[in-house]
């Protein structure tokens, strides 16, 4: 692909195929050159059977083959469309075979992105508008996706990261729950406060909603609403007052998808997918303070064209930097850290690090990663102090952490799990040479680090570190430090020394 060449998308969502044609600028920046959508049931197939029924697998390869020779048009090679997959796919047993066959005819490479990820490519869409939004940063906000398959939501206190989810409830899988003759607006409604009550519980212990004043909706729903009664700012997004967003889906409440069809021009499954996107709106918003809907006017395919402009994986991950140590910050308090000691031990980690660069050959993304498991390295003291690497470890498995995918929440548990303790046998456990050799040399970096700080108290102050061709050595401003610390780094420095191949010492 030359550069200035134009650029595609494709989206193999729940209930359609989209794409997107765009021109990439600098920073982030591009301009949407041409789009395309086609109705296609994956979902319906996938939340009832468990697989992509025949006939629907047929209908999606035409219409992606019908898109191909669209592209042909722009001068965009299969080989080159950037091809992401969702719920529907992330779910269905026959995915892998799906995926083969679109590359094997089509030449077209599907990546099936995790939920999590889905919400991280949809803050790359929305974050540069709403970094122009005053009350974005000023207030504590909600941004939420729902989806066919799933609802992506992100929480905010005045503008940084505080957690981050995908739920498995999608306009589809709902519709699949309530049988077709009890879909009046009351069995919908239940069904939504059924599903999202575990949800809520667990947002108010992380930032109460009721504290929430800026609520962003994402989607094609909201989209919809926002043409009908929102206004539209000069920035790419809209604004719907509370009142006139309940108003409409009090009026919509009425209508069947046949209705809606004739009255607003939509697609079946458009219209038959809008008040159950609306109705998990609706009750996210009253439980939070906020007066009106924005609503940002981009989808997960503009956060991958986002992610394409801004280039290299480093600058990348510059742009959720901030929010991925936030996010890491939040999740130890929730686990009731002692976050003063957490830091601690992240900055002396992170300096032996970087005084090791010439010896390790790792890069920015393994510095994050290491800081990601010092700040989050006690958190299994929140199940119990026995083992808490155990417990700490599984935590982090288990936990959604912004801008970290399940492979990259594993590395940072099996950091965690080799943080204390016998390292041994629990390092033979991974079965991948490279992934094993990355995990020794960040663990054993943490673990001196976690040495330095073993009262808790932040009484070693370093001053510097020096590397020799047999030792590393790590200086104190007053002096060798505590014998705590020093009979800690000798009990933790030996994977160290196997590692690195040099003795740790503190002078």
């Given at each position: 692909?030359?550069?200035?060449?134009?650029?595609?998308?494709?989206?193999?969502?729940?209930?359609?195929?989209?794409?997107?044609?765009?021109?990439?600028?600098?920073?982030?920046?591009?301009?949407?050159?041409?789009?395309?959508?086609?109705?296609?049931?994956?979902?319906?197939?996938?939340?009832?059977?468990?697989?992509?029924?025949?006939?629907?697998?047929?209908?999606?390869?035409?219409?992606?083959?019908?898109?191909?020779?669209?592209?042909?048009?722009?001068?965009?090679?299969?080989?080159?469309?950037?091809?992401?997959?969702?719920?529907?796919?992330?779910?269905?047993?026959?995915?892998?075979?799906?995926?083969?066959?679109?590359?094997?005819?089509?030449?077209?490479?599907?990546?099936?992105?995790?939920?999590?990820?889905?919400?991280?490519?949809?803050?790359?869409?929305?974050?540069?508008?709403?970094?122009?939004?005053?009350?974005?940063?000023?207030?504590?906000?909600?941004?939420?996706?729902?989806?066919?398959?799933?609802?992506?939501?992100?929480?905010?206190?005045?503008?940084?990261?505080?957690?981050?989810?995908?739920?498995?409830?999608?306009?589809?899988?709902?519709?699949?729950?309530?049988?077709?003759?009890?879909?009046?607006?009351?069995?919908?409604?239940?069904?939504?406060?059924?599903?999202?009550?575990?949800?809520?519980?667990?947002?108010?212990?992380?930032?109460?909603?009721?504290?929430?004043?800026?609520?962003?909706?994402?989607?094609?729903?909201?989209?919809?609403?926002?043409?009908?009664?929102?206004?539209?700012?000069?920035?790419?997004?809209?604004?719907?007052?509370?009142?006139?967003?309940?108003?409409?889906?009090?009026?919509?409440?009425?209508?069947?998808?046949?209705?809606?069809?004739?009255?607003?021009?939509?697609?079946?499954?458009?219209?038959?997918?809008?008040l159950p996107a609306l109705l998990i709106h609706r009750e996210f918003l009253l439980s939070t303070a906020a007066d009106e809907l924005i609503v940002?006017?981009?989808?997960?395919?503009?956060?991958?064209?986002?992610?394409?402009?801004?280039?290299?994986?480093?600058?990348?991950?510059?742009?959720?930097?901030?929010?991925?140590?936030?996010?890491?910050?939040?999740?130890?308090?929730?686990?009731?850290?002692?976050?003063?000691?957490?830091?601690?031990?992240?900055?002396?980690?992170?300096?032996?690090?970087?005084?090791?660069?010439?010896?390790?050959?790792?890069?920015?993304?393994?510095?994050?990663?290491?800081?990601?498991?010092?700040?989050?390295?006690?958190?299994?003291?929140?199940?119990?102090?026995?083992?808490?690497?155990?417990?700490?470890?599984?935590?982090?498995?288990?936990?959604?952490?912004?801008?970290?995918?399940?492979?990259?929440?594993?590395?940072?548990?099996?950091?965690?799990?080799?943080?204390?303790?016998?390292?041994?046998?629990?390092?033979?456990?991974?079965?991948?040479?490279?992934?094993?050799?990355?995990?020794?040399?960040?663990?054993?970096l943490l673990r001196v680090a976690d040495a330095l700080d073993r009262s808790h108290r932040q009484r070693f102050v370093p001053a510097g570190v020096?590397?020799?061709?047999?030792?590393?050595?790590?200086?104190?401003?007053?002096?060798?430090?505590?014998?705590?610390?020093?009979?800690?780094?000798?009990?933790?420095?030996?994977?160290?020394?196997?590692?690195?191949?040099?003795?740790?010492?503190?002078?």
């Amino acid at each position: 692909m030359e550069k200035g060449s134009p650029v595609a998308v494709l989206d193999i969502g729940t209930i359609a195929l989209r794409l997107v044609v765009a021109q990439l600028f600098p920073k982030g920046e591009f301009r949407i050159l041409d789009r395309a959508v086609r109705n296609c049931p994956l979902g319906k197939d996938v939340f009832e059977t468990g697989r992509i029924g025949q006939e629907t697998m047929l209908a999606a390869l035409q219409i992606l083959k019908d898109f191909c020779e669209l592209l042909s048009g722009w001068g965009i090679p299969p080989q080159d469309v950037r091809v992401i997959a969702t719920s529907a796919l992330r779910e269905a047993r026959n995915s892998d075979a799906f995926v083969e066959r679109v590359e094997r005819e089509l030449g077209l490479r599907i990546k099936v992105v995790e939920g999590i990820e889905q919400g991280h490519l949809t803050y790359l869409a929305v974050q540069k508008g709403l970094s122009r939004i005053k009350e974005f940063a000023r207030t504590n906000a909600l941004i939420l996706e729902v989806g066919g398959g799933s609802t992506e939501i992100m929480v905010f206190k005045r503008g940084k990261m505080v957690s981050s989810h995908s739920l498995n409830l999608g306009t589809v899988r709902l519709l699949k729950q309530v049988p077709g003759t009890l879909r009046e607006w009351s069995r919908l409604e239940h069904f939504v406060r059924e599903a999202i009550l575990g949800i809520w519980e667990l947002l108010n212990s992380e930032l109460p909603l009721e504290r929430i004043a800026t609520y962003v909706a994402v989607g094609g729903d909201p989209r919809f609403v926002a043409s009908r009664v929102g206004r539209r700012e000069k920035l790419p997004f809209w604004r719907i007052s509370k009142e006139g967003f309940l108003t409409f889906l009090h009026d919509l409440k009425d209508l069947s998808p046949e209705d809606c069809v004739r009255k607003f021009s939509l697609s079946f499954a458009e219209a038959e997918n809008l008040l159950p996107a609306l109705l998990i709106h609706r009750e996210f918003l009253l439980s939070t303070a906020a007066d009106e809907l924005i609503v940002p006017d981009v989808s997960i395919r503009e956060g991958v064209l986002v992610g394409m402009a801004l280039g290299s994986e480093v600058e990348r991950e510059q742009e959720f930097y901030p929010q991925i140590i936030a996010s890491a910050e939040n999740l130890a308090r929730k686990f009731s850290s002692d976050l003063s000691h957490a830091l601690f031990v992240r900055d002396l980690a992170l300096t032996l690090f970087d005084a090791l660069s010439s010896l390790h050959g790792m890069d920015s993304h393994d510095r994050l990663v290491l800081e990601v498991a010092a700040i989050l390295h006690d958190v299994g003291r929140f199940v119990h102090p026995e083992r808490h690497e155990v417990h700490g470890a599984y935590l982090v498995r288990n936990s959604d952490l912004f801008g970290f995918s399940k492979g990259e929440l594993e590395v940072a548990a099996r950091v965690i799990e080799l943080h204390r303790g016998a390292w041994v046998e629990r390092i033979r456990e991974i079965s991948d040479p490279a992934v094993r050799f990355r995990v020794k040399k960040l663990a054993s970096l943490l673990r001196v680090a976690d040495a330095l700080d073993r009262s808790h108290r932040q009484r070693f102050v370093p001053a510097g570190v020096e590397v020799t061709e047999r030792e590393v050595l790590v200086r104190s401003e007053s002096g060798a430090g505590g014998e705590g610390e020093a009979l800690a780094l000798r009990e933790k420095g030996d994977l160290f020394e196997e590692v690195w191949g040099r003795r740790i010492r503190l002078v």
